[in-house]
Structure formats: structure tokens, C-alpha cells
């Protein structure tokens, strides 16, 4: 029912809800989709949880990666001291290493 009628005929029921003397009903289907939502919630939850430590875990191997391509790079430079020398800067040993050290560090950084 709707209009004055309707809330009119809801009074009672809306008197005893406010001063807790109804009647509590139980629907069992209720409770089942409530217990279940409650389960669903709390899974989230974990997977929320666990999602954050495995973002922290990337970030952390990515900045360990990163840390050992620097080492790497220091490690394949030329060891002369000259910048100025057009010599120092040619790769000997291993042009690929030193490629692929510069590749992720562009890539990351």
C-alpha cells in the first residue's frame, strides 16, 4: 500500500521495531546467504592480504635486480679511468653482457 494509508497501517510495526518488542523472525534462506556473503567477505579479505604481499615481494626481487644490474655494469666497464679516452668505452669481453645490463636498466629505471 502506498500514500498516508500504507504508513498509517506500518505504525505498529515501526513502535514495536523501535522499542525492540517484536517479534525476531528467522529466515533460514536469509541465514544461508548471509553466513555465505560472511565467507565470501573474509576470503576477499585474505586475498586482499595476500595480494599486497606478493606486490611487496615483486617490487622487492625487481629492486634486488636492479641493484645486481648496476653491480653488473660496474663490473663490465672498462677499468682505464679516462672518460676522455675514445678507447675506454669499446667493449672487450662480452658486448652482449654489457647490452643486455643496459637493456634492464632502461627498462626499470
Known amino acids: 500500500m502506498e500514500g498516508p494509508l500504507g504508513s498509517e497501517m506500518r505504525v505498529p510495526q515501526n513502535f514495536r521495531q523501535k522499542l525492540n ?3 525476531v523472525t528467522h529466515d533460514p534462506v536469509y541465514d544461508d546467504a548471509e ?6 567477505e573474509n576470503e576477499t579479505k585474505k586475498l586482499s592480504e595476500e595480494s599486497k604481499k606478493y606486490f611487496t615481494a615483486v ?3 625487481l629492486s634486488h635486480q636492479i641493484g645486481f644490474s648496476k653491480a653488473m655494469d660496474e663490473i663490465f666497464k672498462p677499468i682505464s679511468g679516462k672518460l676522455s679516452d675514445p678507447n675506454s668505452t669499446i667493449p672487450e669481453d ?9 637493456t634492464v ?5
Open 35 to 40: 553466513r555465505r556473503f560472511k565467507e565470501i
Open 94 to 102: 662480452n658486448p652482449e653482457g654489457i647490452e643486455a645490463v643496459r
Open 59 to 61: 617490487n622487492g626481487m
Open 21 to 23: 518488542m517484536g517479534e
Open 105 to 109: 636498466q632502461t627498462d626499470c629505471c
